[in-house]
């Protein structure tokens, strides 16, 4: 059973960046799906970007395309999300999540169509999380 232990979490300023890491154990995740998600005080788990095996493409949600990054270290076994140009909305618990079965789509169907959504009902195995905390 695979493990999860985010860390890089911390106080940033509005436009600042930070690096998240997310190193897993038990299992190697070259070919599972992994996701990063979040989740703000009062408001639904989101999801944030996914991948779905280490050499396939990435996905991000609008809400953070163009200034979030996920990529991954197969040697390390670490999952990354790179943030930049952090907006006080960004605050919240950050989490990595990955699925239970290789070679398979980080997507899950969505109601209203298109490629799909990070749906956090599909994640089977997920870290303890890190605060992101965005202010001046």
């Known amino acids: 059973q695979v493990q999860l232990v985010e860390s890089g979490g911390g106080l940033v300023q509005p436009g600042g960046s930070l690096r998240l890491s997310c190193a897993a154990s038990?299992?190697?995740?070259?070919?599972?799906?992994v996701a990063w998600f979040r989740q703000a005080p009062g408001k639904e788990r989101e999801g944030l970007s996914c991948m779905p095996t280490a050499s396939g493409g990435a996905y991000y949600e609008d809400s953070v395309k163009g200034r979030f990054t996920i990529s991954r270290d197969s040697a390390k076994n670490i999952v990354y999300l790179d943030m930049n140009s952090l907006k006080p909305e960004d605050t919240a618990v950050y989490y990595c999540a990955t699925r239970g079965t290789p070679f398979i789509s980080c997507l899950s169907p969505s109601p209203s169509g298109g490629v799909g959504t990070i749906a956090r009902r599909s994640y089977d195995y997920w870290g303890q999380g890190t605060q992101v905390t965005v202010s001046s």
């Open positions: 038990g299992s190697t995740l070259d070919n599972y799906p």
